[in-house]
């Protein structure tokens, strides 16, 4: 393993990595651990969706382990979907397309993922792009709307997605998004609005089978939605929260693919 770990830690815009290679072996690990180590959690059903090939419900597998202190939590699902669904979810939720002349993946903006996320994350009310790195790092601000009573939560968050990729060790193809917290206060402009610093930290990665037309979706995340909501009772309720996320994007697809 590299120096480099995901973790809770606020990063400066100097101290982010900037090896592309060391931030995917970092990814890989912390999902690959997933099955091998973490507690497995609840499973959630969810309808299924003209765009899963085998017609069965959407089931998202939840696992949570503790690292050092942190509370991780993680999904995984899997979906019988053909390769054009694939390359929508990719694009939509990576930011890369698939080039039809030269079959080679390119993302042509990097903060694309940022800006497609209020499409379909039901309480993610707004977000801004502040800053690109050299090294390919995304800043950006997003706002959630928990519900009332609790006031909007504001995150700050450094973006990395990586296009789809072949590894030596494996037949599947792999894209990945890793996000770390950054090192940022209040964006002012929202200060008298009493909103709530809060964090997360997370890998999301697809793997995708051409041959099995089967597609991986695993996503870790430690989080914190800062305020008076105690650490056990968000611990409790984020699996289901994140688990959402599963259907809601196949659901915007479909509603994009039908247009």
Same mark, same amino acid.
């Given at each position: 393993m590299?120096?480099?770990?995901?973790?809770?830690q606020p990063y400066d815009?100097d101290e982010?990595?900037?090896?592309k290679e060391e931030?995917?072996?970092?990814g890989?690990?912390?999902s690959?651990?997933?099955?091998?180590?973490w507690?497995?959690?609840k499973?959630y059903k969810?309808?299924?969706?003209?765009l899963i090939?085998?017609?069965?419900?959407i089931? !998202?597998?939840?696992?949570?382990?503790?690292?050092d202190s942190?509370? #991780?939590m993680?999904?995984?699902?899997h979906?019988?979907?053909?390769k054009d669904?694939?390359?929508?979810i990719?694009?939509?939720l990576?930011g890369?397309?698939?080039?039809?002349?030269?079959?080679k993946w390119?993302?042509?903006?990097r903060?694309f993922?940022?800006?497609?996320e209020?499409?379909?994350?039901?309480?993610?009310n707004?977000?801004?792009?502040?800053?690109q790195?050299?090294?390919? #790092?995304v800043?950006?601000n997003l706002?959630?709307?928990l519900g009332?009573?609790?006031?909007t939560?504001?995150?700050?968050? #450094?973006?990395y997605?990586?296009?789809p990729?072949?590894s030596?060790?494996?037949?599947?193809?792999?894209?990945m998004? !890793?996000c770390?917290?950054a090192n940022r206060?209040l964006?002012e402009s929202?200060i008298h609005?009493?909103?709530?610093k809060?964090?997360y930290a997370?890998?999301?990665?697809?793997?995708?089978?051409y041959?099995k037309e089967?597609?991986? #979706?695993t996503?870790?995340t430690?989080?914190?939605?800062?305020?008076?909501?105690?650490?056990?009772l968000?611990?409790?309720?984020?699996?289901?929260?994140?688990?959402?996320?599963i259907?809601?994007?196949?659901?915007?697809?479909?509603?994009?693919?039908?247009?």
């Open positions: 590299t120096g480099f770990q995901l973790s809770p815009n982010l990595p900037t090896n931030i995917k072996e970092v890989e690990f912390m690959r651990d997933v099955l091998k180590n507690k497995k959690g499973c969810f309808k299924t969706n003209k090939k085998d017609k069965k419900d089931s !998202v597998q939840t696992y949570n382990k503790h690292i942190d509370f #991780w993680s999904r995984v699902s979906h019988k979907i053909d669904t694939y390359y929508k990719v694009y939509y990576n890369s397309k698939k080039d039809p002349k030269t079959g390119v993302m042509k903006d903060a993922r940022s800006k497609m209020k499409e379909y994350i039901e309480v993610l707004k977000f801004e792009i502040l800053e790195t050299d090294s390919g #790092w800043l950006v706002e959630y709307e009332k009573p609790l006031a939560r504001e995150f700050n968050e #450094w973006v997605p990586i296009e990729y072949k030596k060790s494996s037949k599947l193809e792999t894209s998004i !890793v770390l917290v206060p964006k929202t609005e009493n909103h709530t809060a964090y997370s890998v999301e990665k697809l793997e995708y089978d041959e089967e597609l991986i #979706w996503m870790c430690t989080s914190d939605a800062g305020g008076n909501v105690p650490k056990f968000q611990n409790a309720t984020i699996a289901k929260t994140v688990a959402k996320d259907p809601y994007l196949f659901d915007y697809i479909l509603k994009k693919s039908e247009k």
